[in-house]
Structures are given as C-alpha cells and as structure tokens.
C-alpha cells in the first residue's frame, strides 16, 4: 500500500503569510494527488486535484504543485476563513486511495 | 444542487449489523461512481469502499473487506453501507462521496456524515 506523510502536523501563521503544507508518497504517483479543506464539524470540501488543478469555484490564493513522490500545497495569503485541518489523498492504487494523516492551519 | 444525505448511524454492539444510507439529490446519479469514506473521532480521513455507476464493480479497504457490501438503487438514487461483524474500531463518522465524471475516485461532493458508534 501506498503510504501518504504531510508535514508539518499543524502550523500557526498570521493572516496575509504564505502556508506551505508538503505531501510524500511512499512511492511514485505522477500527478495522482488531491487535497481537501475540512473545517471544524463540517465534510471535507476539494480545493485541489490532479497535483495542480484548481477546483471551480475555489479561491486562487489556493494552489498546489509537485508530481512523482513529492507535493506541495499553498495559501498564497491566509485568511482568517482558511482555519481548517488539510489532507492529501493519492488516488494511483486502486483500491487504496490513502488520505495523509493531515496538517492543522490556525491564526497566531 | 448536489445533496448527499447519509442516515443510518447508530450504536450498535461489536458484532453487530448496520445499514447504512446515502440519499442522492441535484445530479444524475447513475453517472457517478460513489464512496464511502470514514473518520473516526478527532482522527484523519479513511477511504472504505466503492462502486462503479451500475454497481458492476466494487472494492473495498483492507479493514472492512468481507465484512462490509456496498450498494446502490439508482432508481432510487441512494447508496447503501451493509456493515456485519462490527468492530469497535468502525467507529466513525461515515460520509458518502460523490466521485467526478472521470471516475478518478476523487470526491467532489460529500455528505455531512452519520455517526456510527460500536460500543458495548
């Protein structure tokens, strides 16, 4: 099975800083990579799929890169709306779509 | 408006059977691969099973396999959860998942979830 790291854990930013969050896969990917928002007591929401493709109607301030074994996610500036614990998901081994174990964004 | 309302959560005793319900609304649902995917209390996102649009092919995580049948009536536009031989570790909230129209088993859309407790 594929296994699926994000780090950090969880990070305190200010609003209007850049975020990066990193996502490993034990093994290569492509561009097989997704990435959710879930905000406190709600569903999970996507923001990214396919490493890099913005989902409609999601802010620009969201983005993602990276392919292979190695991901990023960014918030170009953070607002106070973007509170929420993120996941990665890799979707290249049928049928074991790994989440990472997620990253906590709270404003300091 | 797409609208994914699961029911079905409850306690039930280890060893115990569960069905669980997804009701779809606002797309066509026979078009769409489905999914369950599961988070147990204050933990991460788990993905536990799914089914192609004309239920011709499922799969299932390693953790719930054999155990749990997953479903779907699209004259009825619902998606079903049959859970046996539960566990406490299949405590969770369990969400329904809308896959995209390219069936790459990633969730556009998802329901608020329903709690399922396996407790003694």
């Known amino acids: 099975d594929i296994q699926m790291t994000q780090s950090p854990s969880s990070l305190s930013a200010s609003v209007g800083d850049r975020v990066t969050i990193t996502c490993q896969a034990s093994?290569?990917?492509?561009?097989?990579l997704n990435w959710y928002q879930q905000k406190p007591g709600k569903a999970p929401k996507l923001l990214i799929y396919?490493?890099?493709n913005l989902e409609t109607g999601v802010p620009s301030r969201f983005s993602g890169s990276g392919s292979g074994t190695d991901f990023t996610f960014t918030i170009s500036s953070l607002q106070p709306e973007d509170i929420a614990t993120y996941y990665c998901?890799?979707?290249?081994?049928?049928?074991?779509?790994?989440f990472g174990p997620g990253t906590k964004v709270d404003i300091k | 408006e797409v609208q994914l309302v699961e029911s079905g959560g409850v306690v039930v005793q280890p060893g115990g059977s569960l069905r669980l319900s997804c009701a779809a609304s606002?797309?066509?649902?026979?078009?769409?691969?489905m999914h369950w995917v599961r988070q147990a209390p204050g933990k991460g996102l788990e993905w536990v099973s799914l089914?192609?649009?004309?239920?011709?092919?499922?799969y299932y995580a390693d953790s719930v396999k054999g155990r749990f049948t997953i479903s779907r009536d699209n004259s009825k536009n619902s998606l079903y959860l049959q859970m046996n031989s539960l566990r406490t570790e299949d405590t969770a909230l369990y969400y329904c998942?809308?896959?995209?129209?390219?069936?790459?088993?990633?969730?556009?859309?998802w329901g608020q979830g329903t709690l399922v407790t396996v407790s003694s």
């Open positions: 998901q890799q979707y290249d081994n049928l049928p074991s779509f790994t």
């Open positions: 606002g797309f066509t649902f026979d078009d769409y691969t």
């Open positions: 998942a809308k896959d995209t129209v390219r069936a790459t088993s990633t969730f556009d859309y």
């Open positions: 396919d490493a890099s």
């Open positions: 093994q290569d990917i492509s561009n097989y």
């Open positions: 089914i192609s649009w004309d239920g011709g092919s499922t």
